[in-house]
């Protein structure tokens, strides 16, 4: 059909949906919702459209720009459960969520950043001059998102973001509309303010150790979304009171005060209201309240976040006694040290070096070995298999010293370390090339010219300008002992095969034998696969040619596919 009337308007066409307030709305809700990373994909697409036209800012464009901010909050949500639900997502996968929406966050801060911009260099012609204390609020918001991400890859914050965030506040404390209540988005229940947003990135960076998860970021980030409103800053440093400092004149985020020096761009805050939130959250948890009901969210899980809160705290606490600090100082020294990755393989290393300490346990061990694996193929096919028969007979020749025994292989790496202590290592690698090292990652290790492997935690990760990342690890034993553990009371499937249950045959599984020591109070204590742990399980442990019936007790602590335990000897066999 003709168009007869073409004159004195802009013909709207579909590469151009963020024109008109009525096109954003019909753009919005033409996305493919069903497919949400193709949606919010589109929607980054088109903020990036938006703020790469020339057109000046008005309230026109501003009112399209918000629209679309609100309707796609549920999209950015649902993208940020995904990464943190699946910890153990492949690299590529990771890196693909965790770009879609910091991209998200980048533009649409770079976006209210323009309109603000084009407020302050002409506030007396400007149209939307009712909505600048809502949008900075906004912008500081979504500026503190970018921190936040740079946190979960543990990634070092430049000066420019840091800049950008001090020039929003300084304009909300110069326009006076730092403390002004605002609804920051329609669906928020909460009034917010600029000083409360800039106070929760700062408040949520002196947490910024390298040593937390992104769930445990994003969860101490929603508590601060209420706990911040507490906290003032000040211009005037007191002693009595303060206990971080800010310089808005500095690229750099905030800092514990110790005397700073006179500065009119200096700003302190002190911790004692925030310290009390954090103090009644920890009473309601132990007097039976439960999480949901104080707003802890669903991953505040006891007993474990009990103990979270008291490790945050200490880090906000004033005087600063017990914050996260080297167990041991560390002194420089320069070495190669071997590293390995899988756990079976860890498992497998010890195992090594246990048997060197002791030939005839190694040959007791053998023995045992080969009989179980004889038991399994009668219970499985009736008949000892040839597979089976040809390790019995190298086996056998080993053991009459017709061969020497074969030494495992491990898959290992080679580090340059660069110091040490009593109680761990530190090292530089390449983030590319050693992309799998993940906070709380197990690994085996062995230094040049040590005499066996010991098994340590990833405590610490720092990305570097670089492109290398800083690693801290925890030895957890320099003996570790590798045990057999076999399932005292086997589930039974109730599917059965010839008389034998297919869950009947219970295949033993390695587990790590940590001794108790005098730095670390958990006592004794098995490494595990994280699929093989309940609590009060049964097991018969088996080591040193010695056998005893256990139940494993609490959790101390958890990777990415293991867990640490207690245990409780039942009786020696």
């Known amino acids: 059909m003709l168009d007869f009337l073409p004159f004195g308007r802009k013909k709207q066409t579909p590469s151009d949906p963020l024109g008109t307030l009525k096109g954003a709305t019909v753009w919005m809700q033409e996305l493919p919702m069903g497919d949400t990373f193709a949606a919010h994909e589109k929607v980054v697409q088109a903020l990036q459209d938006f703020n790469e036209k020339s057109e000046p800012p008005s309230l026109g464009r501003l009112q399209v720009l918000m629209h679309i901010d609100e309707g796609a909050q549920e999209l950015q949500h649902s993208l940020v459960q995904q990464y943190l639900l699946n910890p153990r997502m492949s690299r590529q996968m990771e890196s693909r969520l965790w770009n879609a929406i910091f991209a998200f966050s980048w533009q649409l801060a770079r976006a209210y950043h323009m309109f603000i911009m084009s407020y302050v260099g002409d506030p007396n012609n400007c149209g939307f001059r009712r909505e600048i204390p809502l949008i900075t609020a906004r912008a500081i918001r979504y500026f503190a998102m970018q921190a936040k991400w740079h946190y979960f890859r543990y990634e070092a914050i430049g000066a420019k973001l840091w800049k950008h965030v001090h020039n929003l506040y300084r304009l909300a404390e110069y326009e006076e509309f730092d403390r002004?209540?605002?609804?920051?988005?329609?669906?928020?229940?909460?009034?917010?303010?600029?000083?409360?947003?800039?106070?929760?990135?700062?408040?949520l960076d002196v947490l910024n150790t390298n040593s937390l998860f992104p769930k445990q970021i994003e969860m101490v980030d929603s508590w601060l979304d209420s706990w911040a409103a507490a906290l003032k800053l000040e211009r005037a440093y007191?002693?009595?009171?303060?206990?971080?400092?800010?310089?808005?004149?500095?690229?750099?985020?905030?800092?514990?005060?110790?005397?700073?020096?006179?500065?009119?761009?200096?700003?302190?805050?002190?911790?004692?209201?925030?310290?009390?939130?954090?103090?009644?959250a920890r009473d309601a948890l132990r007097s039976g309240e439960t999480p949901a009901r104080l707003g802890l969210g669903e991953d505040c899980r006891l007993p474990a976040c009990l103990e979270f809160i008291d490790r945050v705290a200490l880090q906000w606490s004033p005087a600063g006694e017990g914050r996260t600090r080297r167990k041991q100082e560390r002194v420089a020294r320069v070495k190669r040290i071997d590293v390995i990755k899988?756990?079976?393989?860890?498992?497998?290393?010890?195992?090594?070096?246990?048997?060197?300490?002791?030939?005839?346990?190694?040959?007791?061990?053998?023995?045992?070995?080969?009989?179980?694996?004889?038991?399994?193929?009668?219970?499985?096919?009736?008949?000892?298999?040839?597979?089976?028969?040809?390790?019995?007979?190298?086996?056998?020749?080993?053991?009459?010293?017709?061969?020497?025994?074969?030494?495992?292989?491990?898959h290992h790496e080679r580090w340059l370390m660069e110091n040490e202590s009593s109680t761990g290592f530190g090292a530089k690698?390449?983030?590319?090339?050693?992309?799998?090292?993940?906070?709380?990652?197990?690994?085996?290790?062995?230094?040049?010219?040590?005499?066996?492997?010991?098994?340590?935690?990833?405590?610490?990760?720092?990305?570097?300008?670089?492109?290398?990342?800083?690693?801290?690890?925890?030895?957890?034993?320099?003996?570790?002992?590798?045990?057999?553990?076999?399932?005292?009371?086997?589930?039974?499937?109730?599917?059965?095969?010839?008389?034998?249950?297919?869950?009947?045959?219970?295949?033993?599984?390695?587990?790590?034998?940590?001794?108790?020591?005098?730095?670390?109070?958990?006592?004794?204590?098995?490494?595990?696969?994280?699929?093989?742990?309940?609590?009060?399980?049964?097991?018969?442990?088996?080591?040193?040619?010695?056998?005893?019936?256990?139940?494993?007790?609490?959790?101390?602590?958890?990777?990415?596919?293991?867990?640490?335990?207690?245990?409780?000897?039942?009786?020696?066999?």
């Open 180 to 203: 002004k209540p605002v609804l920051l988005y329609p669906q928020f229940q909460r009034n917010t303010t600029c000083a409360g947003e800039y106070l929760r990135l700062l408040s």
């Open 238 to 280: 007191d002693p009595e009171r303060h206990v971080f400092c800010i310089n808005l004149g500095e690229g750099k985020g905030p800092r514990r005060a110790r005397k700073p020096a006179a500065d009119s761009m200096l700003r302190c805050w002190g911790s004692d209201e925030l310290m009390a939130q954090v103090a009644q």
């Open 342 to 410: 899988d756990y079976l393989e860890i498992c497998a290393m010890v195992k090594q070096d246990n048997e060197a300490l002791s030939p005839k346990l190694q040959e007791d061990e053998q023995k045992v070995k080969i009989s179980y694996e004889e038991m399994l193929d009668m219970r499985l096919y009736g008949f000892v298999t040839q597979r089976t028969r040809a390790k019995l007979e190298q086996a056998s020749r080993q053991l009459q010293g017709a061969a020497q025994p074969l030494q495992a292989a491990a």
């Open 429 to 573: 690698v390449d983030a590319m090339e050693k992309d799998w090292i993940r906070l709380g990652k197990l690994v085996g290790l062995k230094p040049e010219r040590s005499q066996n492997w010991v098994v340590g935690v990833v405590r610490r990760l720092a990305l570097l300008e670089s492109g290398q990342r800083n690693i801290g690890i925890e030895v957890l034993s320099s003996r570790p002992v590798t045990v057999t553990l076999r399932a005292s009371k086997p589930r039974h499937s109730g599917y059965t095969i010839d008389g034998i249950d297919a869950l009947d045959v219970v295949l033993p599984v390695s587990a790590l034998y940590l001794a108790a020591s005098s730095e670390d109070k958990s006592g004794v204590s098995l490494i595990l696969d994280s699929v093989e742990y309940a609590p009060g399980r049964h097991f018969e442990l088996s080591a040193r040619s010695r056998s005893y019936s256990i139940a494993l007790g609490r959790v101390i602590e958890k990777g990415d596919d293991w867990l640490r335990a207690g245990f409780e000897v039942l009786k020696k066999n």
